[in-house]
């Protein structure tokens, strides 16, 4: 069967720098930084005092009060995100087969704050007394089946439940499964929101997250005084469309994808293979899925999380698919604009890589001071910068070993 080219026709989000996909990119091209003090509760008493969490978010801005009073959080961004990628594709329900058109959501945790909540609330008035809203708005596929719902999208309806790929993850099956003639349409993405007592408790007594007080010193990828990573929160939302069903509907475009690769270490429940090489696989994969060279690609946006030995084994990962090409490639970190957003960071850092694509720029690693000769790449350290770019690629390396690779394409009519 001949393989059918994918492109990227429409994007929506909310994050820690933006209430939009629009608002959030123009955060990035200006370095902003979006770690703060966390908010959502007291954390006085805790090691860990920050976080990325979306700031100013009053759900009755964006969604009924009554509809908001029944989605977890991590719901309200993915059907948030999702309404913005429909509206900026301009796609119409009414013109297309909803048979054809699917979705992909992922989240890695679900609705940790309603289980916190219930919780507390089954242990004081007796657990037959939770809501019986708990368990469809918890649980991890309902931001998917949510924007299924809101769509009208009945094809194929998913969440890929793989930690901190989980938004690659999505992204790279609704690629190929548009590629391989299964839908027309998939809107894909990721949505997580987890700063809460338990999650920031629990990454905290396993030595994940930094315990840096200052905002600026906290999430900074490639960096020697890395110490954890900076837990965030928020979602992405694309419309992927096969290239011919878009052009019939006069849509626009901002890239072309063309690759995807996943793999899986196999090794450890939480460290990545110190060599990098399940990462380096998924690379390759996204590279030969594309027919596409190691000199093609210009950046790659890293998963790059500010933890030791994630930000030094996908150094060397890079180091082994790109060989002396690694020296000229751009490979920064929005992590240390936006902090890791769990399920959600491959789908948001997919759209940057779709608007870098666009626009010719490259996003910083931002509060870059120290440099660490075991990640020893251009991380374009704390300043963006223009440039033409051909190819993107995004990395996404989750607990459990699992790994993603996203290969994106400058469109050009």
């Not at 048979?99 to 089954?122: A, K, M, N, P, Y």
């Not at 809501?131 to 998917?144: D, G, K, L, R, V």
Request: glycine share 10%; aromatic share 8%; net charge negative.
């Amino acid at each position: 069967m001949e393989k059918r080219r994918v492109v990227i026709t429409g994007a929506g989000a909310i994050t820690p720098i933006g209430h939009t996909a629009a608002e959030s990119w123009q955060a990035v091209r200006g370095g902003v930084c979006g770690v703060a003090p966390i908010s959502a509760f007291d954390a006085a008493d805790m090691k860990v005092k920050l976080a990325a969490e979306v700031k100013d978010y009053a759900p009755e801005a964006f969604l009924d009060k009554k509809e908001a009073k029944h989605m977890d959080r991590f719901t309200q961004f993915a059907v948030i995100a999702a309404r913005e990628a429909l509206r900026d594709a301009d796609f119409s329900a009414e013109n297309a087969d909803l048979d054809r058109c699917g979705v992909i959501v992922s989240s890695g945790i679900g609705g940790l704050q309603d289980t916190e909540e219930q919780h507390d609330r089954g242990r004081e008035r007796g657990f037959d007394r939770v809501s019986p809203f708990y368990i469809p708005m918890a649980i991890c596929n309902m931001a998917a089946g949510r924007v299924a719902i809101e769509a009208g999208f009945r094809g194929m309806c998913s969440c890929p439940v793989t930690a901190c790929a989980g938004g690659t993850y999505a992204v790279g099956d609704a690629f190929h499964y548009i590629r391989d003639g299964y839908a027309d349409a998939m809107l894909c993405g990721g949505s997580e929101s987890a700063v809460t007592p338990l999650a920031i408790g629990g990454f905290t007594s396993m030595k994940a997250l930094t315990a840096a007080e200052d905002p600026n010193r906290a999430s900074i990828p490639f960096d020697a005084e890395r110490s954890g990573f900076v837990l965030g929160e928020g979602a992405a939302v694309l419309l992927l469309e096969e290239l011919e069903h878009a052009k019939a509907r006069g849509a626009k475009i901002y890239a072309e994808m063309v690759g995807y690769g996943a793999t899986c270490d196999a090794y450890h429940m939480t460290a990545p293979l110190p060599d990098g090489s399940g990462g380096a696989k998924a690379m390759a994969m996204a590279l030969r899925d594309a027919n596409a060279q190691p000199e093609d690609v210009d950046y790659i946006n890293a998963h790059g999380t500010s933890t030791h030995l994630n930000d030094a084994g996908e150094t060397a990962a890079v180091k082994a698919v790109f060989g002396p090409h690694a020296a000229k490639l751009a490979v920064s970190s929005t992590k240390s604009m936006t902090g890791h957003m769990l399920g959600a960071a491959g789908a948001v850092e997919a759209m940057f890589c779709a608007f870098a694509l666009r626009d010719g720029f490259i996003p910083a690693t931002i509060n870059y001071q120290v440099p660490d000769p075991e990640c020893d790449l251009d991380v374009v350290p704390n300043v963006g910068r223009e440039a033409p770019l051909r190819y993107a690629l995004s990395n996404s390396l989750g607990f459990g070993g699992h790994n993603g690779s996203i290969l994106l394409k400058k469109w050009e009519a």
